[in-house]
């Protein structure tokens, strides 16, 4: 009869573990919005309860608060934006740099069409149909379908993402508005003895994700300043814009650097940049790395998440495959929720252990 119970209950968790993942995955549109919304919430909490104190009220604290996190925004779209737009001018002159890359690698692989070894007839050939634009190794930006369906579809793009950024914030203004009634909901849900307990594992699971967020914010502004200025000295175009694209990049563990390192290289290439300009971008790399892996991190974030490597590369795969690129940003933290909550809960102990590093 023992062993019935103890099956039933492994079923139970079963079903509870693969319903979860059913309403996350289907439920993307709804519940990602509003976890991205709850950690922002947590990460603004700090500045609301300060302004609270210093005697402001409910609503003016989270207008406050909401105040920061635009400025925030603005000031880095004001950066990137900047650059953006002198990218948007230089786009002709881009395009035809990037047209002479694809032409000289036909030229040098045989194998793709157009190429011919390298040979002067082929280098001849080569440049003759760029100029007429008639052969396969012409424009090859320019040779893409931009018409009224794909503006469209741009501008509709823009509209949905402008309305999520919109919803969210609406989201975050409720979460801090309504942050005492939810805490108080948790409480009265606890069994009376456990009321405590409850209460220290909210407040744990509370202050991971916020040191985790805010230590990571930090990483990224920090980051940015070092990428920009190794990208400007090497010479590299937009280097502000690629920059911190990387830093943004590098809150995905061990993915993120390497997709940001190829990024930033693909765009020296784009823009002829020669062997000097890879080795400079490959150093930057390389000195920020080593600072943010052993002076930045430990000093910054420390080990506030305490999940292991293999959890954090299943947690990010597992995420970005529900939810997209978004999801391996938000993994780390919501694993780290998970985490805690699983220390507090008998029964539940020995998968905080898979999940730690202890």
Same mark, same amino acid.
């Given at each position: 009869m023992q062993d019935t119970s103890k099956l039933q209950a492994y079923v139970w968790r079963l079903a509870a573990v693969i319903g979860t993942?059913?309403?996350? /995955? /289907?439920?993307?549109?709804?519940?990602?919005?509003?976890?991205?919304?709850?950690?922002?919430?947590m990460l603004l909490n700090p500045i609301d309860n300060k302004l609270r104190s210093w005697g402001w009220k409910s609503g003016f604290a989270i207008a406050g608060a909401v105040c920061v996190l635009l400025l925030f925004f603005a000031a880095l779209f004001f950066a990137v934006g900047k650059q953006a737009t002198r990218f948007a001018d230089n786009w002709p002159k881009i395009e035809e740099r990037i047209s002479e890359q694809v032409a000289k690698a036909r030229e040098q692989i045989a194998v793709l069409p157009g190429g011919g070894g390298g040979g002067d007839t082929a280098a001849t050939g080569g440049a003759a149909e760029t100029q007429d634009g008639g052969g396969t190794s012409g424009s090859v930006i320019s040779s893409l379908p931009?018409?009224?369906?794909?503006?469209?579809?741009?501008?509709?793009?823009t509209l949905s993402i402008l309305g999520d950024f919109l919803l969210m914030l609406v989201y975050v203004v409720l979460f801090l508005a309504q942050k005492e009634r939810l805490y108080e909901f948790v409480l009265r849900r606890a069994p009376d003895t456990r009321r405590a307990e409850t209460k220290e594992t909210m407040n744990e699971a509370s202050d991971v994700a916020q040191n985790y967020l805010k230590g990571r914010l930090i990483l990224?502004?920090?980051?940015?300043?070092?990428?920009?200025?190794?990208?400007?000295?090497?010479?590299?175009?937009?280097?502000?814009?690629?920059?911190?694209?990387?830093?943004?990049?590098?809150?995905?563990?061990?993915?993120?650097?390497?997709?940001?390192?190829?990024?930033?290289?693909a765009i020296a290439i784009a823009g002829g940049g020669g062997t000097d300009?890879?080795?400079?971008?490959?150093?930057?790399?390389?000195?920020?790395?080593?600072?943010?892996? /052993?002076?930045?991190?430990?000093?910054?974030?420390?080990?506030?998440?305490?999940?292991?490597?293999?959890?954090?590369?299943?947690?990010?795969?597992?995420?970005?495959v529900m939810w997209g690129p978004v999801g391996a940003i938000v993994a780390i933290p919501l694993v780290a929720i998970l985490r805690v909550l699983c220390m507090h809960v008998e029964g539940l102990k020995d998968y905080a252990y898979l999940l730690g590093q202890e």
């Open positions: 993942v059913v309403v996350l /995955y /289907y439920g993307q549109g709804v519940v990602l919005l509003l976890v991205i919304a709850g950690l922002i919430a931009i018409g009224g369906k794909q503006i469209t579809g741009a501008l509709s793009g990224i502004l920090i980051l940015s300043v070092l990428y920009g200025v190794g990208f400007s000295i090497v010479g590299l175009d937009y280097a502000i814009v690629v920059a911190v694209l990387v830093a943004v990049l590098s809150i995905i563990p061990y993915l993120g650097n390497i997709i940001g390192g190829v990024l930033a290289m300009m890879i080795l400079g971008i490959l150093a930057t790399m390389a000195v920020a790395q080593l600072l943010e892996s /052993y002076i930045l991190t430990p000093l910054i974030v420390g080990d506030e998440v305490d999940i292991n490597p293999l959890t954090t590369i299943v947690a990010v795969i597992a995420f970005t």
